[in-house]
């Protein structure tokens, strides 16, 4: 019908034109351009009198109306409010619907993509204007970097904490090891460093380091991030829930930074914390100062021009939180539990009360308010940290009965005493070695260090690599006179070898 003018009128204009022609030229069947033809013949039709005519009159001068059914309209709100119950499905609705309209009913696919239409007109999206220094996003990323704990060797999730400014889109991120109270502050802290200034509001997600939910009050700030709040002199204003387009600027740079930042080091396994924090932090800085790809300038260039004048000033002091608690009674395994992680303290304090100070890198333990112990701060749940200092005598004897604790040993000793301890764990079962082990240990309650290494320094000359042979070294007469390495060996032997009675030499018991 789009073409339908301009067929008539080359019909009309054009008698000397062929049916095959114009078919050719306006794309339609041939045996639409011979009835159209024929229809204007027969009804002495001139293009004068068509050319005035709308579409819909043309429409009527030469094609005859069909006969169609009038469908029932739908009524598009009376189904919105029936799809609020979650049991009624579309497919339902359109039953309900064909059984009351048989005939002038539409088909389920038709039924469909009208009230799909229907919904697509519905959703409306605000268009924003965004002062400088007026607001700011935050949220943290559902992606999540790993890296490797020092203290365990097990791979660790960190959050990635994600901030954008409204009007600029300068975005900062970092990585913290938990979403609890005290990394939700430290990484605000770091953003408000970075940006060298703060908004006038600041809009969180609800997540509980944030937002409390209490029952008649509605959404309440953590009473923590409220302080930080104020200290900075910026509004807190928490995003509705399930409401993500009050958030839509940082759900859109988390995605950015994912795609950015965490995708091109995805393989990479980072040893520390620390190395993961210096990494993202290279990637941050090239994403700030990379182009957009609609425009020449970058984010940082842009801050630069409008929200870096208009930022509030920091103040001179950052706002400093820890969080203090209280352990009512150090557990027998001397090992009291922050957030899911056991840490030592000084055995000499089971059953008693402590203080803990959670702080983004430390967990520092008081009693009578004096300092008891002190640890880097750990994300391993189930995990321990455990100081030496810490154990009981038994304790820490079993803690170093394995290879690693009985090698540091060997190590204070001297390169001998490692030479002979490593060989105990050459055979066929590595572990049949720890008794060995054990006992050339225990010669240093009765021996001295250095007498241990020149014991072991005649074993090692004479190849002797075993508790027995060191031994005989040490039973040697201590006045013996200092030699080279091997020649108390070869003095200790042959006293040996005389002390042993020869075949002939054997009295018979019987004889005697």
């Known amino acids: 019908m789009n073409h339908l003018r301009d067929l008539i009128r ?66 598009f709100k009376l189904m919105d409010e029936e799809r609020k119950n979650p049991i009624v499905t579309r497919y339902q609705l359109w039953k309900e619907y064909r059984r009351e309209h048989r005939q002038a009913g539409y088909s389920y696919s038709r039924f469909a ?49 994600v901030g954008v400014l409204a009007a600029s889109n300068y975005t900062f991120a970092c990585v913290t090891r938990t979403q609890s109270v005290v990394d939700w502050i430290h990484a605000h802290r770091q953003m408000y460093a970075y940006f060298n200034g703060a908004t006038q509001t600041i809009t969180p997600d609800n997540l509980k380091s944030g937002v409390n939910k209490t029952r008649f009050q509605g959404l309440v700030l953590q009473k923590d991030f409220q302080l930080m709040a104020e200290h900075y002199g910026t509004a807190a204003l928490p995003a509705r829930p399930y409401a993500a387009r009050d958030k839509g600027k940082v759900e859109g740079a988390v995605k ?87 840490y030592s ?65 060997a190590k204070s000793v001297g390169p001998n005493m490692l030479a002979v301890l490593e060989a105990q764990f050459l055979g066929p079962v590595a572990l049949q070695g720890l008794a060995a082990c054990d006992d050339l240990k225990n010669l240093s309650r009765h021996y001295s260090l250095p007498e241990l290494e020149r014991a072991c320094a005649e074993a090692v000359a004479l190849g002797v690599l075993n508790v027995s042979g060191v031994q005989r070294f040490l039973y040697a007469p201590r006045d013996t006179p200092h030699r080279e390495p091997g020649a108390l060996a070869r003095i200790v032997v042959d006293n040996w070898a005389r002390q042993v009675p020869k075949p002939h030499q054997t009295a018979c018991p019987m004889a005697q």
Not at 154 to 161: K, S
Not at 359 to 374: C, G, H, K, L, N
């Open 345 to 409: 303290v000084p055995h000499r304090f089971i059953g008693a009360k402590v203080q803990v100070s959670i702080e983004p890198d430390t967990v520092t333990f008081y009693s009578q308010r004096m300092e008891i112990a002190r640890h880097a701060r750990s994300a391993v749940k189930g995990g321990t940290t455990t100081a030496p200092e810490h154990q009981t005598p038994h304790h820490l004897a079993q803690s170093q009965r394995n290879r690693d604790g009985f090698t540091n040993w």
């Open 256 to 342: 950015i930074c994912q795609h950015s930042i965490l995708a091109p080091d995805r393989h990479t396994l980072f040893a520390s914390f620390e190395d993961l924090e210096n990494a993202l932090a290279e990637r941050l800085e090239a994403f700030n100062t990379r182009p957009h790809s609609d425009a020449p300038d970058s984010r940082r260039e842009r801050f630069l021009q409008s929200d870096a004048h208009a930022l509030l000033p920091l103040p001179e002091q950052p706002f400093t939180y820890s969080t203090l608690r209280e352990i009512q009674k150090v557990p027998i395994n001397y090992h009291p539990k922050v957030d899911e992680h056991a």
């Open 113 to 161: 993509h009208l009230y799909r239409n229907y919904l697509g007109t519905q959703k409306t999206e605000m268009r924003q204007t965004y002062r400088p220094g007026g607001v700011l996003y935050v949220d943290y990323s559902g992606e999540k970097p790993t890296y490797i704990d020092r203290a365990t060797g097990h791979r660790v999730q960190a959050e990635l904490f």
């Open 10 to 75: 080359t019909i009309l204009l054009e008698p000397w034109t062929t049916e095959r022609r114009i078919a050719q030229r306006m794309r339609v069947s041939k045996g639409t351009v011979h009835r159209y033809r024929r229809l204007a013949r027969e009804g002495g039709m001139a293009w004068e009198q068509l050319e005035p005519m709308s579409l819909l009159e043309l429409d009527a001068q030469f094609n005859k109306r069909t006969r169609r059914i009038e469908k029932q309209p739908l009524n």
